[in-house]
């Protein structure tokens, strides 16, 4: 068996070991294949797998592996999004994860109108408070779905994550408890045009831990496709 396919059976059996556990439905949980910096023959073949559900943080390369793969892939943009590129992925994403801040917000809404289209999207939220990380603060998660409900070509799904890179996955626990329930208060504010169903959380280091919090995207790109070489890109 080729290391693809055996990672990603491996992923999958533990993502339906924890959902038992949790007592949550395995169908509940989707696997996003991180293929940042990866070669279009390792999608290809995680493709082959059944994987349908592909992120990416680059627009360009984003852009590319789109053009070359079957059309029936849901492309993911997970990485910081800057407004000058909003234009290149508008009409290829099935979901912004995203999105920090209100000018990319309304650089979407302009770019999603041009191609009379609903852009679906996710708020990043910095739960931990990294200054290496984007996002918005737990704060102003609220204020930023209001505004954005507001837009027609636009749809709020949900939020998302990156919690700290740490050793022991446990750590995280609070942060993805922290942004589950920023989420939960949202949906009892039943706002017209928001749809708080995603929450995006969890990597190959701690997706365990995100599933038995709520998770409903985890991001999984080490797990899948072994460790990335940023070195010869
Ligand atoms: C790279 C990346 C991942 C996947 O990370 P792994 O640790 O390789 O699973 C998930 N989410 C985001 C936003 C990423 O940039």
Not at 44 to 58: I, L, P, Q, S, T
Not at 108 to 113: P, S
């Amino acid at each position: 068996m080729s290391e693809i396919k055996g990672n990603l059976e491996n992923v999958r059996e533990r993502i339906a070991e924890i959902c038992e556990k949790s007592g949550r439905a395995a169908a509940d949980v989707k696997l996003i294949a991180v293929s940042k910096t990866k070669p279009l023959p390792d999608l290809e073949e995680a493709y082959a797998c059944g994987c349908r559900d592909f992120g990416e943080n680059k627009v360009q390369e984003l852009v590319e592996k789109y053009e070359a793969l079957p059309k029936d892939i849901r492309w993911h943009m997970i990485g910081h999004l800057q407004r000058n590129k909003v234009k290149y992925i508008v009409d290829k994403v099935f979901l912004i994860h995203s999105v920090d801040s209100l000018r990319l917000v309304q650089e979407i809404e302009k770019e999603a109108a041009k191609h009379e289209r609903t852009v679906n999207i996710l708020i990043e939220v910095n739960v931990a408070g990294e200054e290496s990380k984007f996002g918005v603060t737990p704060e102003s998660v609220l204020e930023l779905v209001k505004e954005i409900a507001q837009m027609p070509h636009i749809r709020v799904r949900g939020l998302m994550t990156i919690a700290p890179y740490v050793e022991d996955a446990e750590e995280n626990r609070p942060y993805f408890e922290k942004i589950k329930k920023i989420y939960v208060d949202i949906i009892h504010k039943n706002i017209d045009n928001v749809f708080m169903e995603e929450l995006s959380m969890g990597m190959t280091g701690d997706y365990e831990v995100a599933i038995s919090e709520g998770a409903t995207y985890i991001r999984v790109g080490t797990g899948i496709f072994g460790e990335r070489n940023y070195g010869s890109i």
